[in-house]
């Protein structure tokens, strides 16, 4: 009954920006981790950031400094702000999510994944 709906992928020229979201819904008793993967064609799937819920971030060395990752508890949303866009950021980008269900199971969850694209 948990669901993860992924928006704002898109194309952009190299050099500039994206804003990601991933809203969960459903019977949730609270969310842990949500984070960011992603998978270029031909490529293994990468985890690209991580918020917990006590707000600590990692990121990915081939991002750090260039995409930011935040959520919105109220909101069951966690977003992925991508600045300074290189070609191979190129991927289809995939929510993932820990959520402790209403019979407090812990469960793993996938969005649908979103298509990115930077052109140079």
């Known amino acids: 009954q948990v669901e993860l709906v992924e928006s704002g992928g898109g194309l952009v020229q190299a050099g500039g920006s994206l804003r990601l979201s991933c809203a969960v819904s459903g019977r949730i008793f609270s969310i842990e981790a949500m984070s960011w993967y992603r998978q270029a064609p031909g490529k293994q799937r990468e985890l690209v950031a991580v918020?917990?819920?006590?707000?600590?971030?990692n990121y990915a060395d081939s991002v750090k400094g260039r995409f930011s990752v935040s959520r919105d508890n109220v909101k069951n949303t966690v977003y992925l702000q991508m600045n300074s866009l290189k070609p191979e950021d190129t991927a289809v980008y995939y929510c993932n999510a820990d959520v402790k269900s209403t019979d407090l199971l812990m469960w793993n969850f996938w969005g649908q994944g979103t298509q990115v694209t930077v052109s140079s």
């Open positions: 918020a917990t819920r006590g707000g600590t971030t």
